[in-house]
């Protein structure tokens, strides 16, 4: 069996994903010595972040989306941001004076990983009815975001904590935002698929000519 090179940049992407989130098993705000873990996981995950962006642009250049690939290249993607962003508010990163260093609270962490579950259904939902749920440029700007806010976390608690803090909260907040417009965004683009009231089981309006129709039989009877 032989994977295009596009596929088989996902799949090395997936491997950079396991190596990042072994590495910051590792790390513990709490003990200055596993300092070092921050620096290579921003390289990492730098690389994932960019491979991201060319493994979609040589499939579609060279003719070569493939069924693996369009299911496989989310899933990584949605791994290694969730993953990321679950670390970033987990004990991993709580000094014992300071709190999370990241500044990503839980509920930051739930709201994304809400987002990306609540958006995976409705497209595979979307999909089954034959309907085209595809990426748009709000979901395409999100993940530009997230994936940003992610290296810029890793970046300044590497080696600029003090003097670009503003810039990583900035990034996060930022990530927020654009992760909740996502959702409206989709939510309103699917309305008439799955939120409307017929959809949801209202009994659909009645017809004029139903109703006089109707009107008819009544007035015959």
């Not at 990321?84 to 300071?98: G, N």
């Not at 990583?168 to 990530?175: E, G, K, L, S």
Request: some cysteine.
């Amino acid at each position: 069996m032989r994977i295009n090179i596009p596929n088989q940049i996902t799949i090395g992407r997936l491997g950079l994903a396991i190596v990042f989130f072994a590495m910051l098993t590792r790390y513990s705000a709490a003990e200055p010595k596993t300092h070092w873990v921050l620096a290579p996981c921003f390289w990492i995950y730098l690389v994932a972040a960019l491979t991201d962006m060319l493994d979609g642009y040589l499939a579609r250049t060279w003719k070569q989306v493939t069924a693996f690939g369009r299911v496989l290249d989310p899933v990584v993607d949605k791994v290694i941001v969730c993953g990321a962003f679950v670390f970033f508010s987990s004990s991993h990163f709580v000094a014992p004076t300071r709190g999370n260093i990241t500044g990503v609270e839980a509920w930051m962490a739930v709201l994304i990983l809400m987002r990306e579950l609540l958006i995976s259904a409705i497209r595979s939902f979307s999909e089954s009815q034959g309907a085209d749920f595809a990426a748009n440029w709000v979901g395409k700007f999100k993940s530009f975001v997230q994936f940003a806010t992610a290296c810029v976390i890793l970046g300044v608690l590497a080696w600029y904590e003090q003097s670009l803090a503003w810039l990583r909260v900035a990034c996060i907040w930022a990530t927020v935002v654009v992760t909740a417009a996502s959702i409206v965004a989709y939510l309103h683009r699917a309305y008439s698929l799955i939120l409307s009231p017929e959809a949801l089981g209202a009994a659909p309006p009645t017809r004029p000519a139903e109703q006089s129709g109707e009107a008819a039989k009544r007035a015959s009877a």
